[in-house]
C-alpha cells in the first residue's frame, strides 16, 4: 500500500469524544471515513453508519456495506466505549457485563468482521484504543480498566497473528483526554450513599474528573492516529495525554511496585 494514498477507514464510535475528533480531522485530511456508532449524527462532515458494536449482526453488516462501496477497507479504529465507576464490590455482574460487551467484546467484534477484508487484501491497519488505564488499575473505575486490560492484551496478541498477512495493529493508550466520557459516565447502581465506600468514592472520583476536565484535546489523538495510518511499519503500542501522566508511564518498570502504589493511593487520598 502507498503511504501517501488516501485510506478508507471505518471508525467506531464516531457520534462523540475521540472518535468524533478521529472521524472529522481525517475526513479533513482526504481520507474516505465511515463514522459508525449506534446513533450516527445528523450534521457529521463525514459518511456516516448505523453499527451497534454489542451487536455482531450490526458489526459484519456495517463492514459489508463499507466494502461494497469503496471495494476495499484500509483503517479500522476501535474508539466505542464508555465507563462504569464505583468499588468493584458494589458493581453487578450485569453492569460487568455491559462494560465489557461494549469495550472489549466490541472492540473484538470488529476485528474479527474487518480482518478477513484486510487479509484479502495483504494491507491493512488496526488502530485500537486502549489507556492508561488499561496499564494501571484506577481506583473506582475497576471494571473499565479490566476492559482496557482486555484490550491491550487482545492487541498485543493479534499483532502477532496478523502481521505475516500485511495487517499492521496498533494500541493508542491514551491519558485524561477532554471529551465527554466524565459526563456519561456510568455509575454503579450500588454506589450509593448507603455504600461502605461512598465516602473515598466520591473524592477520588471528584479527582478524576478534575483530572479528565484538564486533559488533552482529542484532536491530538486525531492527529497521532494519522501519524499511524501513514508509518509504514507502526509500533505496537502509542501513549498520549498529559505529559505527567505519559511520563508516570514509562517510569513505572523502573520504580519499586511499593513505591507506585504509594504514590497512586496518596494521589487518590485512599487510606
Known sequence: MNTSQPRAILITGASSGIGLACATYLQQRGHTVYGASRHPR????????????????????????????????DVAINCAGFGYAGAVEDHSVAEAQEQMNTDFFGTFR??????????????????????????????FTGLYSAAKFAVTGLTEALRFEARSYGVHVSLICTGDVRTEFAANRRRAQAAQNSSVYAEQFRTTLSILE???????????????????????????????????????????????????EWALRTYYRLG
Request: aromatic content about 6%; overall charge neutral.
Open 42 to 73: 445528523t450534521d457529521a462532515p463525514f459518511a456516516t453508519l448505523h453499527m451497534d458494536v454489542t451487536d455482531e449482526q450490526s458489526v459484519q453488516e456495517g463492514v459489508q456495506a463499507i466494502v461494497q462501496q469503496t471495494n476495499r477497507l
Open 110 to 139: 470488529v476485528c474479527r468482521a474487518t480482518l478477513p477484508v484486510m487479509r484479502q487484501q495483504q494491507a491493512g491497519i488496526i488502530i485500537n484504543l486502549g489507556s492508561i488505564a488499561g496499564m494501571v488499575g484506577i481506583p
Open 210 to 260: 478534575k483530572d479528565e476536565h484538564g486533559g488533552i484535546a482529542p484532536i491530538k489523538v486525531a492527529q497521532l492516529a494519522e501519524k499511524i495510518i501513514m508509518s509504514e511499519s507502526p509500533r505496537g503500542v502509542y501513549t498520549i495525554g498529559p505529559a505527567f501522566e505519559v511520563l508516570a508511564m514509562h517510569a513505572r518498570p523502573f520504580v519499586p511496585a511499593r513505591f507506585f
